[in-house]
């Protein structure tokens, strides 16, 4: 049993474009967060939701819009892909906002 | 802000030998502090979580420790395998987000 799973794993697109990447949880946690991981492989969150609400958004493009349907699921829809969204980008999970958190696998995008 | 770096960034030895990786943090008000494992194209493993409170924590040949008036916290990895090479990760944990280091590649060498 995955515990935290990304789909796609990997996403290749044209510049533009918009595309989705879902996050989905078995874990029974009530955090859940995207980081994005770059190309010098710096890992840094982007957006955590509690309980279905969003508790934070760090100085993140407009282009990129979370979405937490329930309490397993945490999507993330990016508008107008650019060149520089080019990342890893991971979803994890805790029972709490500061507690231990567990990682998917990540989602490897490449704009072209 | 909080700010966490990693020394060195890349760490190489021979196997059997124990080793310390190295993490410091600038905002000393944590709540916890995370080592993570990353090998390479996977995602994050979870090791050792050391709260604010605690010295040190063990997980069999790991060993965290942390000392918050110092902002510093030390994984230290006894009898090293090959099977140990991968990417250690600290992340300091705020009142909110989890601040991560930029990570130590560590090589084991057969």
């Known amino acids: 049993d995955t515990a935290v799973s990304q789909t796609p794993k990997y996403l290749v697109t044209q510049m533009g474009n918009d595309k989705s990447i879902k996050c989905e949880q078995n874990?029974?946690?009530?955090?859940m967060y995207w980081y994005k991981q770059d190309s010098k492989k710096f890992l840094k969150i982007m957006f955590s939701?509690?309980?279905?609400?969003?508790?934070i958004n760090e100085t993140v493009p407009n282009r990129f819009s979370p979405k937490s349907p329930d309490k397993a699921h945490l999507n993330l829809h990016i508008n107008s892909l650019e060149l520089g969204d080019s990342a890893v980008y991971f979803c994890?999970?805790?029972?709490?906002?500061?507690?231990?958190?567990?990682f998917g696998p990540g989602t490897r995008l490449l704009v072209l | 802000k909080q700010e966490v770096t990693q020394i060195p960034a890349a760490l190489s030895v021979p196997e059997g030998e124990n080793l310390v990786l190295n993490c410091s943090f600038t905002?000393?008000?944590?709540?916890?502090l995370q080592w993570f494992r990353q090998d390479p194209g996977k995602g994050l493993t979870s090791l050792l979580l050391i709260q604010s409170s605690q010295r040190e924590q063990t997980s069999g040949r790991l060993n965290a420790s942390l000392d918050k008036s110092s902002g510093r916290s030390t994984l230290y990895i006894a009898a090293s395998q090959p099977g140990d090479s991968a990417t250690y990760l600290c992340a300091a944990q705020g009142a909110q987000k989890l601040v991560f280091g930029q990570g130590t590649r560590l090589t084991i060498n057969p």
């Open positions: 874990l029974g946690h009530d955090t």
């Open positions: 994890a999970s805790s029972q709490a906002p500061t507690g231990s958190q567990y």
């Open positions: 939701y509690n309980n279905k609400e969003l508790i």
């Open positions: 905002d000393s008000a944590i709540y916890n």
